[in-house]
């Protein structure tokens, strides 16, 4: 599977951006990472192919994500962002398993920076 995202860049406090992921093929589940700078690689929200999400604790209330199952497409809405969501966001596909999701394929990153 291959995975092309888009729609980082520089956005204010309190502003959004909306990610976008496109799959090579249809997937079952979907998800995004982030990794910011000098952290580890964590998950910020997946999402079944029938729609059942997860979310970073971090992130609940701020963050969506959605899918369109016709085009293979993994959006993540971030409104409300803060400086600490600056990171590296990956895309991914995988699958659940005891509500747990697990990547499997990765997409490259794209660059998401909040300035204060």
């Known amino acids: 599977v291959q995975l092309q995202a888009s729609g980082g860049g520089l956005v204010q406090t309190g502003g959004s951006l909306r990610l976008s992921c496109a799959a090579s093929?249809?997937?079952?589940?979907m998800g995004w990472y982030r990794q910011p700078p000098a952290k580890q690689r964590e998950l910020v929200a997946a999402i079944s192919y029938g729609g059942t999400t997860r979310y970073a604790d971090s992130v609940k209330g701020r963050f969506t994500i959605s899918r369109d199952n016709a085009r293979n497409t993994v959006y993540l809405q971030m409104n409300s962002l803060k400086p600490e969501d600056t990171a590296v966001y990956y895309c991914n596909s995988g699958g659940f398993s005891g509500g747990t999701y697990y990547p499997d394929y990765w997409g490259q990153g794209t660059q998401v920076t909040v300035s204060s």
């Open positions: 093929r249809s997937v079952t589940a």
